[in-house]
């Protein structure tokens, strides 16, 4: 490996992060999740953060390993609520403006064999719980950003053929390419990221399709419902009050939020889904009225099962997102068994939480106005890649006129 | 470096810590707080619990080189508060009868050259904030335990001459013998060490003594007061319930609280003395009515100065312990750098905080009660090493009788 390369990538991507991606303000505080395999990125995510001129830099290890211990030896019961403490640092943090930073670095096989009530428990708890720190993120009141982080076990999942040091240079390496470090001014990079979005999101918003059918060979067939007024989004998020970030770093996907009532046909994933620890592969939904009324894969069929339990609305849609087949993250060939990085290679679907600033005035509407305008309402999210190089998209207006959006997996328009 | 040997001693080091040290109970809750270096060691330890019937295990991670950052980075007034969460966290650990476990690895220079205002400030706040916590600790309705664990920056500060991986190994195998881990049951070596204590612990409490005389060549000249009814305490704590634990592994001391309002003369230090990230050495404490009323110090004069101005009974008396000059960690020939083990190598005294169980019947007083009994209190407790080999320490009973203690660094009697 090339140290000093690294060295200045890292350092340039954690710059990036704090800038790019948080749009740290000065005087402000940065609440970081990160995991104890990442001890190091953590001390250079506050050092730039205070170098970015914080408050304060609040950081919370967790530990995968840890994780597995509580998963496999404590009852269920203890999954079913949240500490107080836990509950207010999470909320506490969204109350006081904070940015909020989470990294991801999991394992993708950390939690295989738990017993899924377990996680389920975990989340509808943790919703409920933390519904001030939720709400402020869906709502535009804070800024929030995720981004990823190699760690060994992941690194050995997606390199198997090479060592583990090599493996986790590799992953860096993805890292940085899939998040344009490797750009002379990576900050500058995204700004002109950003406005690559632009052009098709206003073509999209303009057509104000009613559904979107989706056709492919391996049998997806699926007209999905979207909502009157709906927007699309994509190429970056901003807060109520104007401040612009980056949820997510990579993003290559034109997205909105569906109707959440109207989703009928079947249809089939095209990679792999990591969920809560565990794998599903080689899966299929069938929805009926919006929600998924069945589902079967060939591996995790417990794990892709318990999805749908988290809530009543935990089957229905919240998410649809457009990538082309040939996007950045698929031409580099790596399956990264991470959904941060996989949903950026591939058309998805999410169940669970919609996002509110995907309607007009969204974000200032109350949770039953939302509900009831199709926006969906979770304590989940969770996505899912159905893109093939065969993949047709046909937008329906209200008047019935079908206009191609995706045609052979890539962009009609 | 034998790796069974060290899997081995490290297994059963955690196996002591959960049975003797906390004794946790079945389904009661654990908190463990330790730093990133240590993430190995914490997975075993919350392994163990669970083994020995922990409900659950609350791991909170700290890293000293993030705390530097908010150090070197962070206003003063960052450090007058503690934040409302991390309050809540410790208070309801102690108010839900956790076992509080601190594993110690800290690196003797992590915090050279900081303003030390801010840790003043941050035990403060920390001990209004947490009164709840504190209190549980102080007055025997909890169960804690301080321990140590090798990282590489503390090792390197103990075995400067070999390789940093050599010297973490002689680190592990110099608190397993601290700690009784080679022994073939370190259970039952640490029954017998509890044991060992009494003898030596009932005599002392027999003589009521109403104060003791320190001399040595170096020029210590003190009379320390002690508290009528006062307890000697050693060889391990027991909560009021009647739980018993070890607050530190190891220990090699016979301890009490001496009366906050009598220490007239010199002491000067033995041993140099880690405080705050920081070294004091060749230092040296003049009493006037049990108050610290001058201080000098050939190395770390702020650090030194620092401690006495935490709150306003900083400068009083909480501790006096006896410990034979020959007692097995000085004879291991190690300095540790970290009062949890340099304590037991030497005499000491500490100001700050006084022990409400060294005083009859102390447990269940009022905070005024106790003050008035001579029992100080205060957010902070210093303990500083003063045994020498040529230490006499003279028993002073009411009635005016001289009954040596200490003849030439070792017990008198």
Redesign the interface.
């Known amino acids: 490996m090339d140290t000093t390369a690294f060295t200045n990538n890292l350092q340039k991507y954690a710059q990036l992060i704090i800038k790019s991606g948080c749009n740290l303000k000065a005087g402000q505080e940065l609440f970081i999740s990160i995991s ?1 395999e990442c ?1 190091e990125f ?2 250079l995510l ?2 730039e953060a ?1 170098a970015q001129g ?6 919370k ?1 967790h ?1 995968e ?2 994780a597995r ?2 998963y ?3 009852p269920l019961e ?1 999954f079913e609520s949240v ?4 509950a ?2 999470n909320n ?1 943090m969204a109350r006081e403006g904070a940015a909020i930073l989470s990294v991801v670095s999991s394992d993708p096989y950390a939690m295989v064999g738990i017993d899924q009530a377990k996680p389920v428990a975990s989340a509808v708890a943790s919703h409920a719980a933390c519904k001030e720190f939720y709400d402020a993120l869906d709502l535009g009141r804070v800024v929030w950003c995720i981004v990823g982080a190699a760690a060994p076990a992941w690194a050995r999942v997606v390199f198997p053929a090479v060592p583990v040091e090599q493996a986790v240079a590799q992953l860096w390496d993805a890292i940085f390419a899939a998040t344009r470090v490797t750009a002379p001014d990576p900050v500058l990079a995204w700004e002109a990221h950003r406005a690559s979005f632009n052009e098709r999101k206003q073509w999209l918003n303009e057509q104000q399709f009613d559904a979107l059918q989706y056709r492919n060979s391996r049998g997806t067939h699926l007209t999905i419902g979207l909502n009157a007024r709906g927007i699309w989004q994509g190429g970056g998020d901003m807060t109520i009050d104007g401040t612009a970030f980056f949820p997510n770093m990579p993003t290559e996907e034109l997205f909105t939020t569906p109707d959440r009532l109207r989703a009928e046909g079947v249809v089939y994933s095209s990679l792999p889904l990591v969920h809560n620890g565990a794998l599903i592969e080689d899966f299929s939904l069938r929805f009926k009225e919006g929600r998924v009324v069945d589902c079967q894969a060939a591996v995790g069929q417990d794990v892709l099962e318990a999805i749908f339990k988290v809530d009543q609305n935990a089957a229905r849609l919240g998410e649809v997102a457009l990538i082309p087949y040939t996007s950045p993250i698929r031409q580099s060939g790596i399956l990264f068994y991470s959904t941060l990085f996989d949903e950026n290679a591939s058309c998805h679907l999410a169940v669970g939480q919609g996002f509110p600033d995907c309607l007009e005035g969204g974000q200032t509407k109350s949770e039953d106005e939302l509900l009831a305008a199709g926006v969906n309402k979770s304590a989940t999210h969770v996505d899912f890649m159905i893109g093939t190089p065969d993949l047709q998209i046909t937008g329906i207006t209200a008047s019935g006129e079908h206009i191609p959006v995706f045609k052979d997996g890539e962009w009609a328009f």
């Open positions: 104890t001890v953590a001390r506050t050092a205070y914080a408050r304060h830099v609040t950081v290890f530990d390993k840890i211990l509580h496999d030896n404590c203890v500490p107080e403490w836990a207010l640092l506490s």
